[in-house]
């Protein structure tokens, strides 16, 4: 089992940033890819971000490629989300996930059946 912890959600003006964090336990961070997704309401869970093992391979939605950047830190078993150049349609639930991976790439891994384990959200909310 690998438990994942969300923090660093919270409200924030259009154009502004957040970090979100993901603290894993349990099993080697270091054997799993990570992953963000987000949920907005009323919406189905859609894919932000992922991060290989390593964290030498990553991947982004169209929607976020530019703006957020995932990375991670193995020694402290933590993976981040930076968001800058929030917009209003970034206002969701974001999840941290995490999926035993034996690739050092991580493209096209954004099916929600490719990963493992989940953590319970944090709520990212942008105004205006």
């Known amino acids: 089992q690998v438990q994942l912890v969300e923090s660093g959600g919270g409200l924030v003006q259009a154009g502004g940033s957040l970090r979100l964090s993901c603290a894993a336990s349990g099993r080697t961070f270091s054997d799993y890819a990570m992953g963000w997704f987000r949920q907005a309401p009323g919406k189905e869970r859609d894919f932000v971000a992922a991060i290989s093992r390593s964290g030498t391979s990553t991947y982004y939605a169209d929607s976020v490629k530019g703006r957020f950047t995932i990375s991670r830190d193995n020694g402290k078993n933590t993976v981040y989300l930076q968001m800058n150049s929030l917009k209003l349609e970034d206002t969701a639930v974001y999840y941290c996930?995490?999926?035993?991976?034996?690739?050092?790439?991580?493209?096209?891994?954004?099916?929600?059946?490719?990963?493992?384990?989940w953590g319970t959200g944090t709520q990212v909310t942008v105004s205006s």
């Open positions: 996930a995490a999926g035993l991976s034996f690739s050092t790439v991580v493209f096209g891994r954004s099916s929600r059946a490719q990963y493992d384990y």
